[in-house]
């Protein structure tokens, strides 16, 4: 069964930085294009960035040129670093396929004080 657990999630001022990280289980980690989703209450989870299997990456315009999406296959891990963090970045972020087709991880809480 394919587990995914979302971490380094914290609260920071704006401008700061962080790194989330997600370690998945389960799966042949290689063979999957993977995703960082933004929520925020009420609101559907937003794919913000994601890199395909085949080394594809992608970002939506809000975090274009402030976070980077790496994987490293050896720990089977994906990153999301975070730079020059604003408030609208706060909210929860996941982890999954760019379908979101695996079951969901707890997610990791990002708050951006201004």
């Known amino acids: 069964q394919v587990q995914l657990v979302e971490f380094g999630g914290a609260l920071v001022e704006a401008g700061g930085s962080l790194r989330l990280s997600c370690t998945v289980s389960g799966i042949i980690f290689e063979s999957v294009s993977w995703g960082w989703y933004h929520q925020i209450p009420g609101k559907q989870r937003d794919l913000v960035a994601h890199?395909?299997?085949?080394?594809?990456?992608n970002y939506a315009d809000s975090v274009k040129g402030r976070f980077t999406i790496s994987r490293d296959r050896g720990t089977k891990t994906v990153y999301l670093q975070m730079n020059s963090l604003k408030s609208e970045d706060t909210g929860v972020y996941y982890c999954n396929s760019i379908y979101g087709n695996f079951p969901w991880g707890q997610g990791t809480q990002v708050t951006v004080s201004s």
């Open positions: 890199l395909t299997s085949g080394g594809t990456i």
